[in-house]
């Protein structure tokens, strides 16, 4: 059974840091790509960041980019999306999504709420 249980969540003030981390399980982790999505209410799902299944070349939104960092542990089975200098626009359900080109396959997790409010 496939599971991508996100945690790390919480309320943190602006300028503040926040580490999520997604457990993965039931697939071969090494193989997928991994992703971190977010969505903000009334928002369409956005692409915070990509790593590639050897951690090579991480890729990030613009609106993120110097202040986040994905990476993963391919012997703990889990990708990380560290956010530093977090700000009110960061406030989001962050989601986990583990993608394979072929076969296809694509896997999300439930979600965790970050909410960056003084």
């Known amino acids: 059974q496939v599971q991508l249980v996100e945690s790390g969540g919480g309320l943190v003030q602006p300028g503040g840091s926040l580490r999520l981390s997604c457990a993965a399980s039931?697939?071969?982790?090494?193989?997928?790509?991994m992703k971190w999505y977010r969505q903000a209410p009334e928002k369409e799902r956005e692409l915070v960041a990509t790593?590639?299944?050897?951690?090579?070349?991480?890729t990030y939104a613009d609106s993120v980019k110097g202040r986040f960092t994905i990476s993963r542990d391919n012997g703990k089975n889990t990708v990380y999306l560290q956010m530093n200098s977090l700000k009110p626009e960061d406030t989001a359900v962050y989601y986990c999504?583990?993608?394979?080109?072929?076969?296809?396959?694509?896997?999300w997790g439930q979600g965790t709420q970050v909410t960056v409010s003084s």
């Open positions: 999504n583990a993608k394979k080109l072929w076969p296809v396959r694509n896997y």
């Open positions: 790593i590639s299944s050897t951690g090579a070349t991480p």
């Open positions: 039931g697939f071969t982790f090494s193989t997928y790509a």
